[in-house]
């Protein structure tokens, strides 16, 4: 993981919760572009679950670990992939990441270190998240629409910077969001009540927020991530429920103890004021959330 220095301003998450929709997702990129994302990410993601995690967790967290195994499926369908779909199989342990889900998460990030850097409003990666659910394909992907470089990082240290902090703690929440469902045994939303789904949400964050607290890095990520979710899945069934509990609880968790995720090597780059400004934000998006 790199340096966290910089926070999100605020004004990202106001004006985008501004919006919401709901409709279907679809193939958004070349298959030749997934298939190069499934090469070079899946090897730095499976080094983030499988080196770097790994070394924060305890003996019996990895026994669990052990038996998860980690893909980064292609869609099968050109018309009907999920951009958000991380999921964990609860009998095989199998964890599969989708490079279209992937890349999409990418781009947005980027993207908004873009209009950050750029100070461009926001608003509109909103609105392309919205829309791109409402209408489905043929639609241009998230670069190309935004008016992105497709290489951003090259441009500014600040966007390489924060683009990456994003993905990578990201996605780093997600694979323990993942595997917390695996350690816990928890049950597949089909056969639980949606109180006991969300429950293991809750014990799934919880874990996860436990263990980037002893790899001393804050989840930034997880902000474009419920941004980009809460403005497409708040009124469907998604196979990890996002509710007003469930962000209100990460939040809490957060300005609990902000110190937990500041180390004697990061103190001069993280300040608990980071931490608790991460809290707010994510609890901005909780209050605009549909119950
Ligand atoms: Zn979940």
Redesign the pocket.
Same mark, same amino acid.
């Given at each position: 993981m790199c340096r966290w220095t910089v926070s999100f301003e605020r004004r990202f998450v106001l004006l985008l919760l501004m919006l919401c929709s709901a409709a279907a997702e679809a193939g958004l990129y070349p298959r030749v572009e997934l298939e190069r994302v499934r090469e070079v990410y899946g090897v730095n993601i499976e080094a983030v679950l499988f080196d770097d995690i790994r070394a924060y967790l305890t003996p019996e967290e990895l026994k669990s670990l052990n038996k998860v195994s980690l893909t980064f499926p292609l869609p099968d369908n050109k018309d009907s992939v999920d951009v958000f779909g991380f999921a964990i199989d609860l009998n095989s342990g199998q964890m599969a990441f989708p490079a279209q889900a992937i890349k999409f998460f990418d781009d947005l990030a980027l993207s908004f270190a873009w209009y950050e850097h750029t100070g461009q409003d926001p608003t509109s990666i909103a609105e392309y998240v919205v829309n791109l659910h409402r209408k489905g394909l043929p639609f241009l992907p998230p670069l190309a629409a935004l008016n992105v470089p497709e290489k951003a990082w090259e441009q500014s240290q600040y966007v390489d910077d924060v683009s990456q902090k994003i993905l990578k703690s990201g996605l780093a929440f997600l694979l323990l =969001?993942e595997l917390a =469902?695996w350690h816990f045994k928890h049950g597949a939303y089909h056969d639980i009540s949606y109180a006991a789904a969300r429950k293991?949400?809750q014990q799934?964050d919880d874990f996860a927020l436990e263990v980037m607290a002893r790899m001393k890095t804050p989840p930034y990520g997880m902000v474009v991530w419920f941004l980009a979710t809460s403005l497409v899945t708040s009124d469907r069934v998604t196979? =990890?429920p996002l509710s007003r509990d469930r962000l209100n609880a990460i939040a809490h968790s957060l300005s609990e103890s902000p110190g937990r995720y500041i180390s004697y090597e990061n103190r001069h780059s993280l300040t608990k004021q980071d931490i608790l400004r991460l809290a707010q934000d994510i609890q901005d998006i909780a209050a605009r959330l549909k119950q």
């Open positions: =969001h =469902h293991q949400e799934a196979t =990890h």
